[in-house]
């Protein structure tokens, strides 16, 4: 066998074992590849730190499945350490049947947290006064134009069972003229749903943190403007997590820029394997050109 | 290493899963069937207690006749088991058809047709920075050389040519932006996989 033959067949176990190797290693071994920070990220950085403390609520949408949660999860902790920090309300809910298992383990791992460091009763997050978990809700569609008009009506009751009236935070937000922004954070189409319903009638500002092979579809509605910024995949993740951190809102980097490290050489291992294949392939196709 | 039984269960079925890289096998098969009946079951739940139990039979059982209305639609749904009545499931096909073509047609117009036409059209606002005007023109060809390559109405031949090769380019450089970000999703999945497996289980990283 030829060289070139020899290259384009190589054996898949192989590419694997080289590929799990190469992300294990950026956890042993301290690698660090810089990581640009892409505009579309800054934009929704930039759009929560101009949202006065104590004034309107950022709306979190967890629409996340377990399976994408290494690219969504550190998305929804830096975005709410930015969120706390800064004293902005909080209110979570979700329309993926997968997803309030997550939400509920983001809001309560980053609360406990803040509580860890609060040195005063004053310091700590209040359940119902600094943040809300309203839970799932069928019909999303009807649920996303309903809370237009009244959030309390399309959800009576939080994700616990307690009724919403009794929170102070619901009593000042009772719908999307109280919300700066809603942030969905995503691994299936649900943002398009609040840009074309929710933002076309009501106008709300909408943002989302996606994964990675969705992030094309959106770029065109950051472009005009119909969302207020994006965060892409893990990229997207580990970015916040910098800015975040850059900003004092946060102790230490998280899973998603260790993630990076893996995933840069993991790309330049792929690249290196799609250059080898089409050396091959031009080489075999030549040589059958002169057999002939 | 961890002493959480649940986390053991999530690792082996982790690895089980990953054997399937090397070839199939009874382990990779156990694992696939026990996740398609555990992620069948937690949906029936789920919508039992979050969707049909709350909106549909508790409010019947206080006596609010009106949900047997979406009731009986629902029931529809299964009479396409039954032939001598299954032309009765095109009502609530009926009604969720004339529903999303009511909601969506607007809303959809106006935000992905005409939100984006104005996002394309070049303004002298376009203009204010040099590179945002460059960009704006680069958007502006990108549009129109696509879609004369989706254009069949006319043999692709001189200046119709020219510009769908242009429109092959553009298409071009959107498919690979997508392989990328694709790649990117894919092995985050794996990364995720393996910070599981070597931080909650096996403890060797935070």
Same mark, same amino acid.
């Given at each position: 066998?030829?060289?070139?033959?020899?290259?384009?067949?190589?054996?898949?176990?192989?590419?694997?074992?080289?590929?799990?190797?190469?992300?294990?290693?950026?956890?042993?071994?301290?690698?660090?590849?810089?990581?640009?920070?892409?505009?579309?990220?800054?934009?929704?950085?930039?759009?929560?730190?101009?949202?006065? !403390?104590?004034?309107?609520?950022?709306?979190?949408?967890?629409?996340?499945?377990?399976?994408?949660?290494?690219?969504?999860?550190?998305?929804?902790?830096?975005?709410?350490?930015?969120?706390?920090?800064?004293?902005?309300?909080?209110?979570?809910?979700?329309?993926?049947?997968?997803?309030? =298992?997550?939400?509920?383990?983001?809001?309560?791992?980053?609360?406990?947290?803040?509580?860890?460091?609060?040195?005063?009763?004053?310091?700590?997050?209040?359940?119902?006064?600094?943040?809300? /978990?309203?839970?799932?809700?069928? =019909?999303?569609?009807?649920?996303?134009?309903?809370?237009?008009?009244?959030?309390?009506?399309?959800?009576?009751?939080?994700?616990?069972?307690?009724?919403?009236?009794?929170? !102070?935070?619901?009593?000042?937000?009772?719908?999307?003229?109280?919300?700066?922004?809603?942030?969905?954070?995503?691994?299936?189409?649900? !943002?398009?749903?609040?840009?074309?319903?929710?933002?076309?009638? /009501?106008?709300?500002?909408?943002?989302? =943190?996606?994964?990675?092979?969705?992030?094309?579809?959106?770029?065109?509605?950051?472009?005009?403007?119909?969302?207020?910024?994006?965060?892409?995949?893990?990229?997207?993740?580990?970015?916040?997590?910098?800015?975040?951190?850059?900003?004092? /809102?946060?102790?230490?980097?998280?899973?998603?820029?260790?993630?990076?490290?893996?995933?840069?050489?993991?790309?330049?291992?792929?690249?290196?394997?799609?250059?080898?294949?089409?050396?091959? /392939?031009?080489?075999?196709?030549?040589?059958?050109?002169?057999?002939? | 290493?961890?002493?959480?039984?649940?986390?053991?269960?999530?690792?082996?079925? @982790?690895?089980?899963?990953?054997?399937?890289?090397?070839?199939?096998?009874?382990?990779?098969?156990?694992?696939?069937?026990?996740?398609? *009946?555990?992620?069948?079951?937690?949906?029936?739940?789920?919508?039992?207690?979050?969707? &049909?139990?709350?909106?549909?039979?508790?409010? %019947? #059982?206080?006596?609010?006749?009106?949900?047997?209305?979406?009731?009986?639609?629902?029931?529809?749904?299964?009479?396409?088991?039954?032939?001598?009545?299954?032309?009765?499931?095109?009502?609530?096909?009926?009604?969720?058809? *004339?529903?999303?073509?009511?909601?969506?047609?607007?809303?959809?117009? $106006?935000?992905?047709?005409?939100? $984006?036409?104005?996002? @394309?059209?070049?303004?002298?606002?376009?203009?204010?920075?040099?590179?945002? #005007?460059?960009?704006?023109?680069?958007?502006?060809?990108?549009?129109?050389?696509? %879609?004369?390559?989706?254009?069949?109405?006319?043999?692709?031949?001189?200046?119709? *040519?020219? @510009?769908?090769?242009?429109?092959?380019?553009?298409?071009?450089?959107?498919?690979?932006?997508?392989?990328?970000? @694709?790649?990117?999703?894919?092995?985050? &999945?794996?990364? *995720?996989?393996? $910070?599981? %497996? %070597? #931080?909650?289980?096996? #403890?060797?990283?935070?």
């Amino acid at each position: 066998m030829k060289w070139y033959d020899r290259i384009t067949r190589i054996d898949r176990r192989i590419i694997y074992l080289l590929l799990t190797s190469l992300v294990i290693l950026p956890f042993f071994i301290k690698v660090t590849i810089p990581q640009n920070i892409m505009p579309q990220t800054k934009r929704l950085f930039d759009f929560i730190e101009a949202i006065p !403390p104590n004034d309107k609520a950022v709306m979190i949408s967890f629409d996340y499945t377990p399976q994408t949660q290494p690219e969504c999860h550190p998305m929804a902790k830096s975005l709410l350490r930015q969120c706390f920090s800064r004293g902005i309300p909080v209110i979570g809910l979700s329309f993926d049947p997968q997803a309030p =298992g997550l939400a509920v383990d983001a809001l309560t791992s980053i609360v406990n947290e803040f509580d860890s460091l609060a040195t005063s009763k004053e310091d700590s997050l209040v359940y119902g006064v600094d943040y809300v /978990y309203l839970g799932w809700k069928s =019909g999303r569609i009807a649920a996303q134009l309903d809370m237009g008009e009244d959030i309390g009506g399309v959800f009576p009751r939080d994700y616990f069972g307690a009724l919403i009236d009794s929170f !102070p935070l619901m009593n000042k937000v009772k719908n999307y003229k109280n919300v700066a922004i809603v942030v969905i954070l995503a691994s299936a189409d649900y !943002p398009l749903d609040w840009i074309r319903y929710p933002q076309t009638r /009501y106008g709300v500002n909408v943002a989302a =943190g996606l994964t990675a092979v969705m992030a094309p579809k959106y770029y065109p509605f950051v472009q005009t403007g119909q969302v207020s910024g994006l965060m892409s995949g893990m990229k997207g993740a580990a970015e916040y997590e910098k800015l975040v951190l850059d900003h004092g /809102y946060a102790r230490a980097l998280g899973n998603a820029e260790t993630g990076m490290n893996s995933q840069s050489m993991i790309h330049i291992l792929i690249m290196i394997f799609i250059i080898l294949g089409n050396v091959g /392939y031009f080489f075999s196709r030549r040589q059958k050109g002169a057999d002939k | 290493m961890s002493s959480d039984p649940w986390i053991w269960v999530g690792a082996l079925l @982790t690895l089980m899963i990953f054997s399937f890289l090397y070839k199939d096998n009874p382990f990779y098969k156990f694992g696939e069937h026990l996740f398609v *009946g555990v992620a069948n079951g937690y949906y029936i739940v789920f919508y039992w207690h979050n969707s &049909l139990r709350p909106n549909l039979f508790e409010p %019947l #059982g206080a006596g609010e006749f009106i949900y047997l209305v979406p009731l009986l639609l629902g029931l529809m749904y299964f009479t396409r088991f039954i032939p001598k009545v299954s032309w009765l499931v095109r009502i609530p096909i009926g009604f969720m058809i *004339g529903w999303g073509a009511g909601l969506s047609i607007p809303a959809l117009f $106006q935000a992905e047709v005409l939100r $984006q036409l104005e996002g @394309t059209v070049v303004a002298p606002s376009s203009f204010t920075n040099p590179m945002s #005007g460059i960009w704006s023109l680069i958007i502006l060809v990108g549009v129109i050389c696509t %879609l004369i390559y989706f254009f069949f109405s006319k043999e692709h031949k001189g200046i119709l *040519g020219h @510009t769908s090769r242009i429109g092959i380019i553009f298409i071009m450089i959107g498919f690979g932006a997508s392989f990328g970000y @694709t790649v990117m999703a894919r092995v985050s &999945l794996l990364i *995720g996989r393996i $910070q599981f %497996l %070597l #931080g909650p289980w096996l #403890g060797l990283i935070d």
